[in-house]
């Protein structure tokens, strides 16, 4: 077998596992299911970003409402809320 003729059937592999792999993750994700269930209070989002230098970064926290009603009016422009 020649050197291209290797590479390519590496490659093409690679992109089987990758495929199967994909499909794997999807399926276990359709089995544990998204997101939070509905109900009272928020859920709390932290987010970090590190510049990687001496004292660079961002911290940030977000307060998301569990409820889907007062979620949903979050988009709604401010003046048009009632």
């Known amino acids: 077998m020649s050197g291209g003729g290797l590479i390519t059937l590496l490659a093409v592999l690679v992109l ?3 495929v199967l792999r994909a499909a794997q993750a999807i399926r ?4 544990i299911g998204r997101g939070t269930e509905p109900g009272q209070g ?3 989002i932290e ?3 590190s510049s990687g230098g001496a004292g660079g970064g961002h911290s940030m926290s977000y ?3 569990r409820d889907p ?3 949903a009016k979050l988009f709604i422009p401010k003046d048009r809320r009632k």
């Open 16 to 18: 089987i596992v990758a």
């Open 28 to 31: 276990q994700d359709r089995a």
């Open 42 to 44: 928020h859920s709390v």
């Open 47 to 49: 987010s970090h970003y």
């Open 63 to 65: 307060r998301i409402p």
């Open 69 to 71: 009603q007062t979620y």
